[in-house]
């Protein structure tokens, strides 16, 4: 389905609930963030929006604290969860079934987010068995999904839809560019190294225990590691940056997040030019 009819279904179903959770990897909460959809429940009193940053697993604590305070104060309620451990899953079911009224009985909520970021993973929780497809792929869900979770409450569970605004290299760093999609693996493997090169620049050397100086020695040196080569021995780059695109989607090895002060540093800076 095109992208397009991903972005009318999950507008359609923003508009038929009560309760929109925005679901954010909590290791990048500013860059999934969809201003587009906010702005759209926003407009709405009738309408309440939690933002849940999934995955609190992968990210420090005090990170996590940091987040949770910039989005407070940006007038948020905002959840910390992992759907892995199991984290806070029933303060989640709670602040649903609080954010409205109790005259109103039934409750329609629908989650929405980026590709990947556990959307179909928590209501899973939420419902006590599993109900909605997961995987490691982003983009699994590929229609609406109406789950009851309780006489009062039902979830939507939407497919996760890529803002336009998001570029290629952060949608690799978000790990939601499919890397058999890519035109050339290569360059998102060496786009992917100079994003996380940028926010922490010890990470991928830690995590592999290989030094360089730019990304096509790293990748290199990787395909060494790794032993890809092709038929009479000569390194095989293009496997290796697939191998490599594909670990960081599907096992996080990496530590990797955004840096909250650095957001606020940004924000600041913005305000200051206005
Ligand atoms: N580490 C970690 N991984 C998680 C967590 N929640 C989900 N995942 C993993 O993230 C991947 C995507 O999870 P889904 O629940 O399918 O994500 P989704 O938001 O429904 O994705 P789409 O259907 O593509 O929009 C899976 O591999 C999950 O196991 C979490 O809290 N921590
Ligand atoms: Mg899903």
Redesign the pocket.
Known sequence: MPKDDYDTMVRKMIKGSEVVVE?LDARFPSLSRSGRYERMVMRNPTKKLLIVL?????VPDHIVKKWRRILSSEGFKVIP?????RLSTSVLRNAILSAVKDDLFYIIACFI?L????????INILKGRSS?P????????KALQALRITTRLKIY?T??VISKRLSMADQILLGIAKPEKLSDPVKGAWSLVQSIDKINPNAIKKTYEIEYESPPEFLEKFAEIRHKRKKGGVLDIETAARVFLTEYN?K?KIPVWEDPDEYLRLKQEKKSEE
């Open positions: 679901v999934n995955k609190v697993d992968l969860t992992s759907a892995r451990e987010g590709p990947n970021t556990g959307k179909s993973s928590l909605a997961v995987a490691p792929i982003p983009g699994f869900t569970d497919p996760g599907n996080a």
